[in-house]
């Protein structure tokens, strides 16, 4: 064969690869592809080994073998990575249920659940076990010893539980950490790294969000691909004629006609007709009557909060006095969501703007209860702080009485005196550990409402109905109680509120992150069997979007609330003086320039000094803001532009890419 036969022989074998590749695309018959099919493939395996024939050819056979098997490996990793993917089969079981929507809820859990994990890596790797191994032990000095007076009751059950006793001496608050610049042997700046950790925490998660909303602008960018023949294409290509498990063939079926349900929706709210006079007017009223409920719940939460101030000076406190904060707002983050959604069904919106108008409201409801909660438990630090001044004044006497008795009871002035026992010393309030025990106990206690909420008034709610609505007066599954479907808006948040308590109690409290992962990681198998077990499908299914911004913008904007109050302690509270990594600095970022002064040339001190300069720092961030901000409406005004071109192809049809030769033959379509 020679070298001109060899050159066109390769590339026929080329171009039949490339109609294989294509194949799907070609507007032809069923029955034309697969003869086509067929014969390229056939023609692919007979020349394509006579290539790698003769001297020189061998080289050419082996490339196509290794190209081969690197496409086979390729498939194989993608499977391969697919299938590590966590609990994507559970995730897919309750779409094809439940639909997109309620599916969109567990995809978001395991977002987070990953975001934490690192988290928790950062945490624990340079803060927790650095002082664990590094650090001077337990009892070794005041703040790491229970106080004399505490030791009696510090293993009780009902102390413990208020977190109070071991568990506040231990390495889950701040209170715990030593001051020393350096531990260990490998000099480790633990007051450094906990600064840097707690900063850094907030910067990783900015970045990964914002990452992931880009993203999902990406995979959200051609969600008008379905706007025609929308009904044809569900039709024809919905079903996997590769299932060979019957079970598979049952949840596909399911999802299949969930997809029609989901798309029957969205096309009667298109063609819905209603009274628009009315329906303001009923709007209106809803929005008044749901700014009055966030009123409030706001008022509500500040009376509490300034009621357990007051029982801060008491002893003889009941169970629910004592517990009674946490017990508001877990019972109006339960009561809440309900009613609104029953004040919500005046407005008649898409149940997918339905979705977003409850969203927004229980967001500003959780924002309002946690910036008020926040606001009085500022007002108890400023008190906190007062009473520090005191105490330390107090301390420095008692030392120096200690001191004055034991050399007057031996009558010696030149032996200095032992130490005095850590658990004698009198301490401080530690106001950032008295924080991070409110966060600590917010968080569990909302574990509890979920769980029991769950418990009681789902699985409870679905077992009265499965086995009492034989013998009933009436139908219990057409009335009342029936079976409950899933509150997205409702777990959504309570999924955000709970992150941005981590962002903020994770600096006062550095276990709460390792908390909030068992949480995570319980919820996903706990409301996974929950919603299969004891919940029904949404009597208006609808579709969620491609793009899970809504919820990520929800998660961005408590990230930077969540960021005020950390940035505030740092910058203008003052650490106490006998307790955490900061004891003894007049601010707390004083220790980044105690790591600059000394361990840096002086010209980086000034520099610091000049970049930290607000003048500086808000035009910088106005301007990338600015820039951002233009960017990002170029590339959707090219995404628009793109999308209108590839709706003008498709209007075209199947004319836009029809060839001379089949111009020239009439009966091409019909064969």
Wanted: aromatic share 14%; hydrophobic share 45%; glycine share 6%.
């Amino acid at each position: 064969m020679s070298e001109g036969e060899m050159a066109r022989l390769m590339e026929e074998v080329e171009e039949k690869k490339k109609l294989i590749a294509n194949i799907r695309t070609k507007p032809w018959r069923m029955q034309r592809r697969l003869v086509v099919l067929k014969e390229a493939q056939e023609f692919v395996d007979k020349f394509e080994g006579a290539l790698g024939k003769g001297k020189g050819r061998k080289w050419y056979a082996y490339k196509v073998m290794m190209m081969k098997k690197w496409i086979k490996f390729q498939r194989d990793f993608e499977n391969f990575r697919t299938a590590c993917i966590p609990w994507e089969r559970k995730i897919k079981e309750v779409e094809s249920h439940f639909g997109s929507s309620v599916a969109s809820y567990f995809i978001f859990l395991r977002w987070m659940y990953g975001m934490n994990l690192v988290l928790f890596g950062l945490t624990f790797g340079l803060v927790v076990i650095p002082e664990v191994l590094m650090g001077l032990p337990y009892g070794s000095i005041p703040r790491k010893t229970v106080p004399r007076a505490e030791q009696d009751t510090a293993q009780d059950y009902s102390v413990l539980m208020d977190f109070n006793g071991y568990c506040k001496y231990s390495v889950l608050f701040y209170g715990y950490y030593n001051d020393q610049r350096t531990v260990g042997l490998l000099k480790f700046r633990l007051p450094l790294s906990y600064l840097m950790v707690g900063i850094g925490s907030f910067g990783y998660s900015l970045m990964l969000v914002i990452r992931t909303m880009a993203k999902n602008a990406d995979v959200g960018g051609g969600d008008g691909e379905e706007g025609e023949f929308t009904f044809a294409w569900k039709m024809f290509t919905s079903w996997d004629y590769l299932i060979g498990n019957s079970e598979t063939a049952d949840n596909k079926y399911a999802s299949i006609t969930t997809s029609f349900k989901e798309s029957i929706v969205d096309e009667q709210e298109n063609q819905k007709d209603e009274n628009i006079h009315l329906r303001r007017f009923l709007r209106v009223l809803a929005n008044f009557l749901i700014t009055c409920s966030l009123g409030g719940s706001g008022y509500l939460i500040y009376f509490v909060v300034k009621r357990s101030q007051e029982f801060a000076n008491r002893t003889d406190l009941s169970w629910y006095e004592k517990n009674e904060l946490e017990i508001i707002m877990s019972l109006l983050g339960l009561v809440c969501p309900p009613l609104f959604e029953t004040i919500a069904e005046l407005e008649d919106y898409h149940p997918r703007i339905a979705l977003k108008w409850q969203l927004g409201r229980i967001f500003a409801l959780f924002l309002g209860n946690l910036y008020t909660f926040l606001f009085a438990l500022f007002d108890e630090v400023n008190t906190k702080l007062e009473e520090e001044e005191s105490i330390k004044n107090a301390s420095i006497w008692a030392l120096k009485e200690y001191y004055a008795n034991y050399s007057r009871m031996f009558n010696d002035t030149d032996t200095t005196p032992p130490p005095m026992n850590p658990a004698d010393v009198i301490r401080g309030p530690c106001w950032e550990t008295a924080v991070g025990i409110e966060f600590v106990k917010l968080t569990v206690s909302d574990i509890q409402v979920s769980y029991l909420t769950i418990l009681i008034m789902d699985f409870a709610r679905a077992v009265i109905v499965r086995f009492l609505n034989y013998c009933w007066c009436w139908d219990l599954e057409a009335g009342f109680p029936s079976y409950g479907e899933f509150d997205i808006s409702g777990n959504v948040l309570g999924l955000v509120f709970n992150q941005g308590m981590i962002w903020m109690g994770a600096f006062y409290a550095p276990g709460l992150v390792g908390i909030n992962v068992l949480r995570l990681l319980s919820s996903m198998y706990y409301q996974c069997w929950a919603v299969m077990a004891t919940n029904v499908p949404h009597e208006r299914v609808f579709k969620a979007s491609k793009s899970n911004n809504f919820y990520m913008g929800l998660l961005l904007l408590i990230l930077f609330l969540s960021l005020l109050p950390v940035v505030y302690t740092i910058m203008s509270l003052p650490p106490s003086f006998d307790c955490g990594p900061f004891s003894g600095k007049n601010k707390m970022y004083d220790v980044v320039m105690e790591t600059i002064d000394l361990d840096l040339p002086a010209f980086m001190g000034t520099l610091f000094s000049y970049a930290a300069n607000p003048g500086l720092i808000i035009p910088a961030v106005l301007l990338a803001i600015y820039y951002l901000n233009s960017t990002s409406e170029a590339y959707q005004n090219s995404n628009m532009e793109l999308k209108k071109k590839m709706q003008m192809v498709s209007r075209e049809g199947i004319f836009s890419i029809e060839t001379p030769e089949m111009r020239s033959d009439p009966g091409w379509m019909i064969r």
